[in-house]
């Protein structure tokens, strides 16, 4: 069964505006990890951030979690159209087997 | 530095003939290895994952098997393919650590016709 969902489904911005999508799991987890797919590509890891960890910023990407909503949010700063992609969240439950959402489909318009 | 490897890229296979996508690792030992498909628009499935030679676990049942003959080769296989088997199958691998952190190839896009 899929783990997590992300919110919205789509999302479509102005290069230089900020992005922001959430994602909302079930089970109770040791980490939740951000993904990153282009089209026709495999996933890339993005950032980590650990169950007792509430935020965390690797350049542009901020990602925070909040686990008493068992929900979590990337934000990507000051978007680029190179930022066009899917992003996936994904958690490793008991077995430590990241199990996936179907994704929030990113375009930035230059 | 670890790599991933997985071929072919681009598969058009007619129904009922047999399937095979090969995935290799490099740069590590006794690495987990995972296979996930993708629906066109639609999230990761996980097929398949590996613990070490010759353990496989299957997530779904489903048309398909996979084996690990070696410790850092992942298979997957079916004898006859259905309409249904479409899609971007991704191979993926991950260390022993607990993090579960996935590092993923680049694809295998299979129609079926």
């Known amino acids: 069964s899929q783990q997590g969902e992300e919110d919205p489904q789509a999302l479509s911005i102005q290069e230089g505006e900020n992005a922001t999508m959430n994602c909302s799991y079930k089970t109770s987890i040791n980490n939740l990890q951000w993904y990153r797919q282009n089209s026709g590509r495999g996933l890339v890891h993005l950032i980590l951030?650990?169950?007792?960890?509430r935020e965390k910023h690797s350049g542009r990407l901020r990602v925070t979690l909040d686990t008493s909503k068992k929900s979590s949010s990337l934000l990507i700063t000051a978007s680029r159209a190179a930022d066009t992609a899917s992003y996936f969240c994904?958690?490793?439950?008991?077995?430590?087997?990241?199990?996936f959402g179907r994704g929030t489909s990113l375009i930035v318009h230059p | 530095s670890q790599t991933i490897h997985q071929w072919p890229a681009t598969l058009v296979q007619p129904v009922g003939s047999p399937l095979s996508l090969e995935c290799t690792v490099e740069g590590t030992s006794n690495p987990n290895l995972y296979w996930y498909r993708q629906a066109a628009g639609r999230g990761l499935q996980l097929l398949f994952y590996?613990?070490?030679?010759?353990?496989i676990s299957s997530e779904v049942p489903q048309n398909l098997s996979a084996s690990r003959p070696q410790d850092r080769q992942f298979i997957l296989s079916s004898k006859k393919l259905l309409l249904s088997d479409s899609g971007f199958y991704l191979c993926?691998?991950?260390?022993?650590?607990?993090?579960?952190?996935?590092?993923f190839g680049e694809g295998s896009r299979l129609t079926v016709l």
């Open positions: 994904a958690n490793p439950g008991g077995s430590y087997i990241p199990t």
């Open positions: 590996s613990v070490g030679i010759g353990q």
């Open positions: 993926a691998w991950s260390g022993t650590s607990n993090t579960g952190e996935l590092f």
């Open positions: 951030i650990r169950s007792n960890e």
